[in-house]
Antibody
Framework: QVQLVQSGSELKKPGASVKVSCKAS????????LNWVRQAPGQGLEWMGL????????TYAQGFTGRFVFSLDTSVSTAYLQISSLKAEDTAVYFC??????????????WGQGTLVTVSS | EIVLTQSPGTLSLSPGERATLSCRAS???????LAWYQQKPGQAPRLLIY???SRATGIPDRFSGSGSGTDFTLTISRLEPEDFAVYYC???????????FGPGTKVDIK
């Protein structure tokens, strides 16, 4: 069955960097794009962007350029989200989600369990 | 950029009641690109509805979606205890690719 398994919670100091992983299994990794979604404490869902798992080409949403980098290691079916120069406002749960395209419809059919990143001195 | 507005912000209902959740877009959205998700505390969102009205695999038929253009609705015909959660609508715009979520509607127990 399709699974997206993310790395564990992180506690980082302001100014540090963090790398969150999302390991896929149960399907051909390079067939579907991987999306990243942020959820700040008590807030809604915010789409950060996606990475084309076939070409490695990333697309970043407005507000997620510069400090945010999406990458892949297709040899282990894993996508990564790296955030540099962390700020307190980066404290959030970060989800990966598979972008499914079926019969003209586009949606996030499978989600990782989420990774809590806490930025605090 | 298309903005999604969901109403009400909170819906307080009792088990067995009908829930009607609204999602309005600032401009017309293709129905094929409108989805609904359910999120419970401490969990990842779960796909309920895609293409505005198609239920995802394993989703009970008490959940239904409808609408077109700028107005979309998620209906839960009879609330079960496990349905009390936050519901988000989402739309996809293709040029450039961008996904937008609504702010969510919380369905809580009255």
């Amino acid at each position: 069955q399709v699974q997206l398994v993310q790395s564990g919670s992180e506690l980082k100091k302001p100014g540090a960097s963090v790398k969150v992983s999302c390991k896929a299994s149960g399907y051909t990794f390079t067939t579907y794009p991987l999306n990243w979604v942020r959820q700040a404490p008590g807030q809604g869902l915010e789409w950060m962007g996606l990475i084309n798992t076939n070409t490695g080409n990333p697309t970043y949403a407005q507000g997620f350029t510069g400090r945010f980098v999406f990458s892949l290691d297709t040899s282990v079916s894993t996508a990564y989200l790296q955030i540099s120069s962390l700020k307190a406002e980066d404290t959030a749960v970060y989800f990966c989600a598979r972008g499914d395209y079926y019969a003209g419809n586009y949606y996030f059919g499978y989600w990782g369990q989420g990774t809590l990143v806490t930025v605090s001195s | 950029e298309i903005v999604l507005t969901q109403s009400p912000g909170t819906l307080s209902l009792s088990p067995g009641e009908r829930a009607t959740l609204s999602c309005r877009a600032s401009q017309s959205v293709s129905s094929t690109y409108l989805a609904w998700y359910q999120q419970k505390p401490g969990q990842a969102p779960r796909l309920l509805i895609y293409g505005a009205s198609s239920r995802a695999t394993g989703i009970p038929d008490r959940f239904s979606g409808s609408g077109s253009g700028t107005d979309f609705t998620l209906t839960i015909s009879r609330l079960e205890p496990e349905d009390f959660a936050v519901y988000y609508c989402q739309q996809f715009g293709s040029s450039p690719p961008i996904f937008t979520f609504g702010p969510g509607t919380k369905v809580d127990i009255k």
